[in-house]
């Protein structure tokens, strides 16, 4: 079979330096790459090898078959529907879209065009992490009763543009909050019934969007969950606890870009280290299962609805941090699993 053609819409930090390894390594063609500025598309082009550089959607989307999405966020919608409405299959980065029944049409639409719509979440795509959630989910430790995920780290200086600044798409819940929620979708569905949270802005930048966050969620089962998410924190370690009536499951250094992390079982028993198969690069991963997605027919790693679930939560988080209240998710959760059913 002859190899993907994938157009880059976006020019971004995390297309260069995961994406692009990942996408080759598995064989695939960076056939285009499209940003707003000329010059920025001619550069990275070259910088990376490119074929075509564009600012024009439908250039970019000429010949290829996959549209990879890393651009700014409020532009995700827009590009998935020209990608989807030309005939591309769409991968694209979190948070799917900003808007909820704009991501619920775009998943008619793959399913119309008959094509494959996922989002890059690169977290389920961890071996520790997959592990953690099927040993809870197949009650390794009984039921379950909540879990606490701490994903607090130092933004990189690099990093530090319109992640900070108070515009759509902007801030860490959907940066970060957003991926713990996909996290939790590996053992939770559907999302949570509440969400309630508070924001802050501690970070020494000047002040715009809020750059760290601490949330409770909580199911109709009465399962709890706790996040705290910062951009501000230098000295820590990522981790997921998750607790229940007969163990508790910990992963450490897990949360991060690279396939590390160590798994523990704490029960009657004492404490042991689990043993979690092959740490692959996650985002080889993503990679891997987008491509026999589109080949094969296999599921994609995180559907475009466990990523618009993803969404649902991180908004009702900002909404909870914004107004002071709890936020019904309920109601989002049931609007996603009427108007689409079924995971594409
Ligand atoms: P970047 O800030 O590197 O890029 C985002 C956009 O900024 C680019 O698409 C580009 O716009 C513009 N841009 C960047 N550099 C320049 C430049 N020198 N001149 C002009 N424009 C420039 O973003 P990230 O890579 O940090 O994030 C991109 C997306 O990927 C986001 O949606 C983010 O949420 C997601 N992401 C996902 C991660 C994951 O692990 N799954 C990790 C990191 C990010 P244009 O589109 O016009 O080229």
Same mark, same amino acid.
Do not use: A, F, Q, Y
């Given at each position: 079979m002859r190899p993907l053609r994938w157009a880059l819409l976006g020019a971004s930090d995390i297309a260069a330096s995961r994406m692009l390894p990942a996408i080759r390594g598995l064989g695939g063609e960076a056939a285009a790459v499209l940003s707003g500025s000329p010059d920025h598309a001619r550069a990275y082009a070259a910088a990376n090898g490119i074929e075509r550089a564009t600012t024009e959607l439908d250039t970019a989307l000429d010949g290829v078959d996959v549209a990879y999405i890393s651009s700014h966020n409020p532009k995700h919608a827009e590009q998935a529907r020209a990608a989807l409405s030309a005939g591309v299959h769409v991968l694209c980065e979190? &948070?799917?879209?900003?808007d909820l029944r704009e991501a619920v049409g775009l998943i008619h639409l793959s399913r119309q065009q008959d094509l494959v719509f996922a989002v890059?979440?690169? $977290? &389920?795509?961890?071996s520790v992490l997959r592990t953690l959630a099927s040993m809870a989910r197949e009650d390794a430790i009984g039921s379950l009763l909540g879990m606490r995920i701490n994903h607090a780290f130092l933004l990189r200086e690099r990093l530090? /543009?319109?992640? $900070?600044?108070? #515009? &759509?798409? /902007? /801030? #860490?819940i959907l940066d970060i909050t957003v991926h713990d929620a996909a996290v939790i979708g590996l053992l939770r569905e559907p999302p949570p019934a509440t969400a309630a949270a508070q924001t802050v802005r501690q970070g020494p930048w000047p002040k715009g969007a809020p750059d760290a966050v601490m949330t409770v969620l909580r199911w109709e089962d009465d399962f709890l969950a706790q996040t705290h998410d910062a951009y501000t924190v230098p000295y820590n370690s990522s981790s997921i606890d998750i607790y229940g009536t007969e163990g508790s499951l910990h992963a450490t250094d897990a949360l991060t870009q690279d396939p590390i992390g160590d798994l523990q079982l704490r029960t009657s028993s004492g404490m042991s280290s689990v043993e979690v198969g092959e740490r692959k690069d996650l985002y080889a991963v993503s990679v891997g299962a987008f491509t026999r997605a589109v080949t094969e027919g296999e599921a994609p790693a995180v559907s475009a609805i466990a990523g618009t679930q993803a969404v649902a939560v991180a908004l009702a988080v900002e909404e909870a941090a914004r107004s002071g209240r709890t936020v019904d998710v309920t109601d989002v959760a049931r609007v996603l699993t009427l108007e689409a059913p079924n995971s594409s």
């Open positions: 979190k &948070p799917i879209t900003l890059n979440h690169h $977290l &389920p795509c961890s530090r /543009g319109w992640r $900070l600044e108070d #515009v &759509p798409g /902007g /801030g #860490v």
